[in-house]
């Protein structure tokens, strides 16, 4: 049984509810960030918070001091060369089980760094898990919240093409349960949400929910560009989301699996729950300081 846990990521979208899910068990959480100076009172209350950075292996040697197990996230900005020395560390100090914040697909697409991350943490001799999660809701909140709330509109690429959505809570809470409780190890699973959704759909559920119009204009990927080359996004952002964008319109973002229902023993959020519970978030003017359309 794991009893001292390391949380990487924990200021982004997933780590942050996997903290909060640890807390409310029986562990000794370590919360590694760049800046212990600059997180919320909710990720400080959730553990013990220290300095560490993928960058700096300096930092790694008291984050895995006396750690079982380990939440991992590979940060979009960090070379996955840098995540499977940190992998190769935990083994060599003797980590038990590694949980993967991996991506739907990674098995076979060769191409994203978490094909290679898997990998390497199957090579090690600790236990893993892997969690494959499926495109997040709550990129909505977070890439797209801009759009809108100014535009009334859902400005991405996607065609018709339908995704399994799922929401970062219900990630949080699967990875607790992968990283505390028993017959999890050495295993993989596919965590989507409940339905697969496309993005009128989503446009629908945004507006029955808000009380507004929100369309889905289906820009193609050179209109989506343009517009987020304007707000002054990197070329590799913007590659990287046409990229994920691509792959819903070519519809093999849809695969709906049971493994979130089975782990978390009950359904998964659906989007509208998703939009429900931030609908406040969706209302306020923008408040962000890119500037252009
Ligand atoms: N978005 C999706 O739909 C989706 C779907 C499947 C899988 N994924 C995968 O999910 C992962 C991202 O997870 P997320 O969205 O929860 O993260 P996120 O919100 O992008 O946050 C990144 C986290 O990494 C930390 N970080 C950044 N640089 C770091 C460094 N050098 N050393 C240590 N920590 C560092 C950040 O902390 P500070 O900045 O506070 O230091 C932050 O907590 C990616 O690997 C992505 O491929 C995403």
């Known amino acids: 049984m794991t009893v001292s846990i390391l949380v990487t990521g924990a ?8 903290a909060a899910a640890l807390s409310d068990r029986d562990v000794a959480i370590t919360i590694g960030v760049r800046d212990p100076e600059t997180v919320s009172k909710e990720i400080a209350d959730a553990g013990e918070v220290i300095k560490f950075d993928f960058t700096k292996p300096e930092t790694w040697g008291r984050a895995l001091t006396d750690v079982d197990g380990v939440f991992l996230v590979r940060p ?8 499977g ?3 190769e560390a935990a083994d060599r100090v003797g980590v038990g089980h590694i949980a993967y914040l991996s991506a739907i697909g990674a098995e076979k697409n060769v191409f994203i760094p978490h094909h290679w991350i898997e990998n390497r943490i199957v090579a090690t001799d600790m236990e893993y898990t892997l969690l494959r999660a499926s495109f997040f809701m709550q990129n909505l909140l977070e890439v797209h919240c801009r759009d809108i709330v100014e535009h009334g509109e859902i400005f991405v690429p996607a065609g018709d093409g339908k ?3 799922v929401d970062a809570r219900d990630i949080g809470e699967a990875a607790a349960i992968v990283l505390t409780e ?3 190890v050495n295993r993989a699973y596919d965590l989507t949400g409940p339905e697969v959704v496309d993005y009128a759909e989503v446009a629908t559920i945004f507006s029955d929910v ?7 204009p289906n820009p193609s990927l050179l209109a989506f560009g343009r517009r987020m080359r304007r707000r002054g996004k990197p070329l590799g952002f913007i590659a990287l989301m046409c990229g994920i964008y691509t792959t819903a319109r070519l519809g093999l973002a849809a695969r709906v699996t049971d ?15 998703f939009v429900e519970d931030h609908a406040d978030d969706f209302r306020v003017d923008y408040r962000g300081r890119e500037s252009g359309r």
């Open 85 to 87: 020395s940190f992998v």
């Open 259 to 273: 493994d979130s229902r089975k782990l978390l023993g009950r359904r998964p959020r659906r989007m509208r729950t």
């Open 11 to 18: 200021t982004g979208t997933v780590g942050q509810h996997v």
């Open 76 to 83: 979009s900005v960090v070379d996955k060369s840098k995540i």
């Open 182 to 184: 028993s017959g999890h």
């Open 210 to 216: 808000l009380d507004r119009f929100i369309s889905y």
């Open 163 to 165: 995704t399994s959505f």
